[in-house]
């Protein structure tokens, strides 16, 4: 059974960084498409970074603060965040899937498996 399993969540202060860790069991990280998105509640669940066939993909908002990446060596997906701002306060989840195919990174519905989430506080 796949498992994803986030972790690295937590509070800061505006500025701060953490870094979010995914380790996956029962699935090879190394040719799935893998996605980090982020729900606060009552707004759709929004595309973060993705990273697939060795390109890497970010939302407007976190571009240059935000960097995604996996060592296969662990099977984890990581993304690093930094200079973090109360507006990336949210539920931070990853996601991956077997077969990229042609749909958007950002697009949950294009994702098969998903983790349990953990928890981002940004306090100003």
């Known amino acids: 059974q796949v498992q994803l399993v986030e972790s690295g969540g937590g509070s800061v202060q505006a500025g701060g960084s953490l870094r979010l860790s995914c380790a996956a069991s029962?699935?090879?990280?190394?040719?799935?498409?893998m996605g980090w998105f982020r729900q606060v509640p009552g707004k759709e669940r929004e595309g973060v970074a993705g990273i697939r066939r060795g390109l890497t993909y970010y939302t407007d908002s976190v571009e240059g603060r935000f960097t995604i990446s996996r060592d296969y060596a662990e099977n984890t997906l990581y993304l690093q965040m930094n200079s973090l701002k109360p507006e990336d306060t949210a539920m931070y989840y990853c996601a991956a899937t077997e077969t990229c195919g042609a749909g958007a990174w950002y697009l949950s519905a294009n994702y098969k498996y998903w983790g349990q989430g953990t928890q981002v506080t940004v306090s100003s």
């Open positions: 029962s699935f090879t990280i190394s040719r799935a498409c």
